[in-house]
C-alpha cells in the first residue's frame, strides 16, 4: 500500500486544504502529539464531544489527552488511553476499541481506532484517535436481526411445517414443525434434496418436478394448495396439504412450502362419519317405535293371505276327485306370501340395527357441541348465521348422548328448513341452567308456526313438506321424555319459532354412570 506522506508544513495552501479535508471527514479526529497533548481536533470531533460519554468529550487544543481520558466517566476510557500510551512507547501500530452501550432501549455504538503519525525518519511523532460512530448501522442490524428473531419465532409457532429450498431442490430451511411432522432434525436435513421427504414414486420427485416449472414455467404445485403424500423418517408415508409460493431473488428462485399434516384431519372425519351412522342408527331406531302400528298392518296382509290360501287348498283336496293343480297353486301363493311376511321380518329387524339405549353421564357442551357439527354441515353457505350458546357451568346429564343428539339434529335441520323462505336466517342454539334440569333451545329466525299446525305438530306423520315422513318431532318427544325430560314449542322472539326441551340433572352424587 502506498504511504501517505504528510506535505511541508510550510507549505500553507497545502496545509489549508488539508485541514479542510480533516475538518469534512464524517469520522472524528484527534492529532496527538508524541506526548500525548492535542495538536488538532476535527470538525466531527468538537460535535461528538458535545455528546455524553464520549471519551475525552472535554478535551482541548493543548490538553494531554490522556488526562481527558482519565476524567472520563466512560469505561473504555481507560482502554483508550492505554492504547494512545502504547503507540507513543512506540509499542504497535494501532490498536482498535470498540464499545457498545445499550440505553433505555436506544444506544451508543462506535469505536475509537489509535494510530501512530510516523515523521519521515520512521519515529514516532504522535498519534491520531479516529472515532467512528455506528449507532445507525448497528441499530439497523439489531432491528433486522430483532425482526428476524420475531419473524423466526413466528414460523417456529405456526403450527404448519414450513420448507424453503431452491431450484435444485435443496433445503435451505426445516422450521420447528416441519421437524416434527417430519421426524428430521433441521441439520439432518439442510442442504440436503427435499426428494427425502418424499415417497419413492416416479412423479413424486420435486426436483424433476421443480426444474419442470422453472423451464416451463408451468407448475401444479406453486400458488395452489393441493394434497400430496410426505415420508416421515421413519419411512411412515402420510398426507398431508401442501401450498408452495416463491420469491425470485438475484436470479434465483426459492420455494416456500407449507405442508399441514392431513391425518388428523381425516381422523376427525373419519370418528364424524361413525358419529353420523350411529345417529342414523338411533335415527331408525327412534322411528320405528313410531312406524311399528304401520309395519303390523303390513304383516297382517301377507299372513291373512297366507290363511286364505290354505283354507282354499283344504277346500280343494276335499273335492272328489282331489283339484290337484289348484291345490298345487294355492300353496305357490300361499308360500309367496309367507315369504313376503318374512321379508318385511327382516327390514324390520335391519331397520332396528343398534341395540338399546345407552345411557351415560353426559357432558351439555359436548352433546351440543357434536349434534352441532352434524347439523351444520353446510349451513353457513346456505346463508344461515349460527350462534351456540352453551352454559359451561353445567353439570353433566344423564342421558344416551346418540339420542339426545339426534334430537338436537332434527330440531336443527327443521329450523333450517324452515329459514330457507326466509331472507334473514338467524338461529341460535342455547343451553341454560333451570331448577334441577338443564334446557336447550334451538331458535330460529323462520316464519313461525300456523295455529292449525301447531295443534298437529307432535302428531305422528303430520307434516307440511313435499318429502317429509312427519315423524321427527314425534321422535324428539318421545326420546326426551323417555330421559325424564319435556319438549315444547314457543315463539320465537325474533319472529321464528323455538323448540325447547329439558333434561334432569341427577341429584347427587353423580358417578354413577350407568
Ligand atoms: P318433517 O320434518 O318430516 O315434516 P317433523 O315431525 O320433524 O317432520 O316436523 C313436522 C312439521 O312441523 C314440519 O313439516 C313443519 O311443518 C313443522 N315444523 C317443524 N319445525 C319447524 C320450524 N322450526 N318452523 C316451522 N315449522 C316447523
Known amino acids: 500500500m502506498k504511504q501517505i506522506v504528510f506535505p511541508d508544513e510550510d507549505s500553507l495552501d497545502c496545509a489549508n486544504r488539508l485541514r479542510s479535508v480533516f475538518d469534512a471527514l464524517p469520522m472524528a479526529i484527534a492529532l496527538l502529539d508524541e506526548t500525548g497533548i492535542v495538536t488538532a481536533l476535527n470538525d466531527a470531533w468538537e460535535v461528538a464531544a458535545r455528546r455524553d460519554c464520549f471519551i475525552g468529550h472535554d478535551c482541548a487544543l493543548g490538553a494531554d489527552y490522556r488526562q481527558a481520558c482519565a476524567a472520563s466517566p466512560v469505561s473504555e476510557a481507560k482502554l483508550v488511553a492505554d492504547a494512545v500510551t ?10 482498535t476499541v470498540s464499545y457498545d452501550r445499550p440505553r433505555n432501549g436506544d444506544g451508543q455504538y462506535g469505536h475509537f481506532r489509535c494510530a501512530v503519525v510516523p515523521a519521515p525518519q520512521g519515529e514516532t511523532r504522535g498519534a491520531l484517535v479516529i472515532h467512528t460512530d455506528v449507532t445507525v448501522e448497528t441499530e439497523a442490524r439489531l432491528s433486522l436481526q430483532e425482526r428476524e428473531a420475531h419473524f423466526r419465532s413466528i414460523l417456529d409457532t405456526v403450527p404448519d411445517a414450513m420448507i424453503v429450498i431452491d431450484e435444485t431442490g435443496v433445503v435451505h430451511s426445516f422450521s420447528v414443525a416441519a421437524e416434527r411432522l417430519f421426524g428430521y432434525d433441521a441439520a439432518e436435513i439442510l442442504g440436503k434434496n427435499v426428494d427425502l421427504l ?3 414414486t416416479p412423479d413424486a420427485g420435486h426436483a424433476a418436478h421443480l426444474c419442470r416449472y422453472l423451464n416451463t414455467g408451468r407448475s401444479r404445485v406453486v400458488g395452489t394448495t393441493r394434497a400430496v403424500v410426505g415420508r416421515r423418517k421413519n419411512g411412515e408415508l402420510f398426507s398431508m396439504e401442501l401450498s408452495v409460493g416463491e420469491v425470485r431473488r438475484d436470479g434465483h428462485t426459492l420455494f416456500t412450502g407449507f405442508a399441514h399434516d392431513l391425518t388428523q384431519r381425516q381422523q376427525t372425519e373419519a370418528r364424524l362419519r361413525e358419529l353420523q351412522d350411529e345417529v342414523l342408527q338411533v335415527s331408525r331406531l327412534s322411528a320405528m317405535g313410531q312406524m311399528g302400528a304401520a309395519l303390523a298392518h303390513e304383516l297382517n296382509q301377507p299372513l291373512t293371505a297366507v290363511v286364505n290360501y290354505l283354507e282354499g287348498g283344504r277346500d280343494l283336496l276335499d273335492n272328489d ?18 315369504l313376503r311376511a318374512g321379508e318385511i321380518i327382516r327390514r324390520l329387524r335391519n331397520f332396528l340395527g343398534r341395540g338399546e339405549s345407552d345411557t351415560h353421564l353426559e357432558s351439555v357442551a359436548r352433546i351440543v357441541e357434536e349434534a352441532c357439527a352434524l347439523a351444520l354441515t353446510g349451513a353457513r353457505s346456505h346463508g344461515v348465521t349460527v350462534t351456540t350458546t352453551i352454559d359451561h357451568s353445567q353439570p353433566d346429564v344423564l342421558a344416551d348422548r346418540i339420542q339426545i343428539q339426534q334430537v338436537l339434529l332434527n330440531l336443527i335441520r327443521n329450523a333450517i328448513e324452515a329459514m330457507e323462505v326466509c331472507e334473514k336466517r338467524n338461529l341460535t342454539i342455547a343451553t341454560r341452567g333451570r331448577e334441577g334440569e338443564v334446557e336447550f333451545s334451538v331458535t330460529d329466525s323462520g316464519p313461525g ?44 322472539a325474533d319472529g321464528g319459532t323455538s323448540f325447547r326441551f329439558t333434561l334432569p340433572i341427577p341429584s347427587t352424587g353423580g358417578d354413577d354412570d350407568t
Open 86 to 95: 502504547a503507540l507513543l512507547d512506540g509499542e504497535g501500530n494501532g490498536a
Open 198 to 200: 418424499m415417497p419413492d
Open 321 to 338: 276327485p282331489p283339484r290337484l293343480d289348484q291345490v298345487r297353486r294355492a300353496l305357490d301363493l300361499g308360500a309367496e306370501q309367507a
Open 449 to 492: 308456526i300456523a295455529k292449525d299446525v301447531a295443534a298437529k305438530l307432535f302428531q305422528p306423520f303430520f307434516t307440511t313438506k313435499r318429502q317429509g315422513m312427519g315423524i321427527g318431532l314425534v321422535t324428539c318427544r318421545t326420546i326426551v321424555e323417555g330421559h325424564g325430560g319435556r319438549l315444547w314449542v314457543e315463539a320465537g
